[in-house]
């Protein structure tokens, strides 16, 4: 990562929620400060939730866990150098409610890349490393790859229930 993590937000299921994580985020310098969701507030996690929708199932679908070693080598380096160097995104700044409506208010469109720059608290050496990383990229070839391995994980045999 760029620059530390300071916390961890998580939904409320023992699946998220379990003593080895606790532990991890303890553990770490510093600590990282673990919160979870509100109970019986469901849309606690929707900014997280609409990016799974929009970095993982429209690229994969609702896949079998035999794809999955597929999956992660092709998020570890052209999916997350495509979706974190290249392709803009629009971060919401504010809502208001008019009325029935709601007015949304977005910030400038740019990369995740460009946003983690802009941020102070990020040090001069990450900041060169993103930018050398970025200059040695090809978003083209970056795409291609992201096609291949695409390719790869469409063609790998899956587990059907009968």
Not at 50 to 57: C, E, H, I, L, S
Request: net charge positive.
């Amino acid at each position: 990562m760029p620059f530390p993590l300071r916390g961890l937000d998580s939904d409320n299921g023992g699946e998220f929620i379990n003593p080895q994580l606790l532990r991890s985020c303890r553990a770490q310098t510093p600590p990282i400060h673990f919160t979870r969701s509100r109970p019986y507030k469901k849309n606690d996690q929707a900014p997280i939730e609409q990016k799974n929708f929009t970095n993982v199932r429209l690229w994969f679908g609702y896949d079998h866990p035999e794809v999955w070693p597929l999956i992660n080598a092709l998020c570890r380096r052209p999916l997350g150098h495509l979706l974190n160097y290249c392709l803009p995104t629009m971060k919401l700044e504010q809502k208001e409610r008019v009325g029935s409506q709601t007015i949304r208010k977005y910030g400038p469109t740019c990369t995740p890349l460009a946003r983690v720059l802009a941020y102070m608290e990020v040090s001069a050496e990450t900041k060169a490393r993103l930018r050398a990383e970025r200059a040695g990229m090809n978003a083209f070839a970056v795409r291609r790859e992201v096609d291949r391995q695409s390719k790869a994980v469409e063609a790998a045999p899956r587990w059907t229930q009968l």
